[in-house]
Each structure stands twice: as structure tokens, then as C-alpha cells.
């Protein structure tokens, strides 16, 4: 059996239920979008607008800029999240 914190466990909820609501949107949304604007990839990964420039400025995931406004494609976020998972044990 594993314990985790109350506190541990809704944070983790809490990041799945918007995960799973980003993945509903973008299907119900427009299925065949291919780029995400910072507040969509912000939402997405659940971090702050901070955090964002920092993965930016560390060239954590790749971008592109036109203006002032930001965009990222499905394929570079999609292998960011990859690049990060944890698999489970077994």
C-alpha cells in the first residue's frame, strides 16, 4: 500500500482533472489544431506565467515568435511531455 498526504494527493487530482479537461477541449475544440498560444501551453502544463519564461529563456521547449505573441507546436509539447514522464513500478 502507498500513503500519500491529503494535501499531495488533491494537487495531484487537481493537475489530472485539468489535464483531462485541456485533452477534452482540444478534441471537442478544434481537433486538428496544430500550434498552442502561451496561455493554452501555460494552462496545459499547469505552470505560471514565470515558469513559462523560464523554460523559454532555457530553451526547454521549442517556440515560435511572431510579434509579441508566442506559439508552440502540438509535436514539440507533445515530446516535452514525453521527454519528462516518470513510468510507473511494477
Not at 485541456?22 to 498560444?37: A, I, L, Q, S, Y
Not at 532555457?58 to 517556440?63: A, G, S
Request: no cysteine.
Amino acid at each position: 500500500m502507498l500513503m500519500i498526504p491529503q494535501e499531495e494527493w488533491q494537487s495531484l487530482h487537481d493537475k489530472l482533472d485539468r489535464l483531462i479537461a485541456m485533452v477534452e477541449k482540444t478534441r471537442t475544440g478544434n481537433p486538428g489544431k496544430d500550434w498552442f498560444e502561451s496561455d493554452e501551453v501555460r494552462e496545459i502544463l499547469g505552470i505560471s506565467p514565470k515558469t513559462w519564461q523560464n523554460y523559454r529563456d532555457q530553451r526547454l521547449i521549442p517556440f515560435s515568435q511572431i510579434g509579441r505573441k508566442i506559439y508552440v507546436s502540438r509535436a514539440d509539447l507533445d515530446a516535452f511531455l514525453r521527454s519528462h514522464r516518470i513510468d510507473s513500478r511494477k
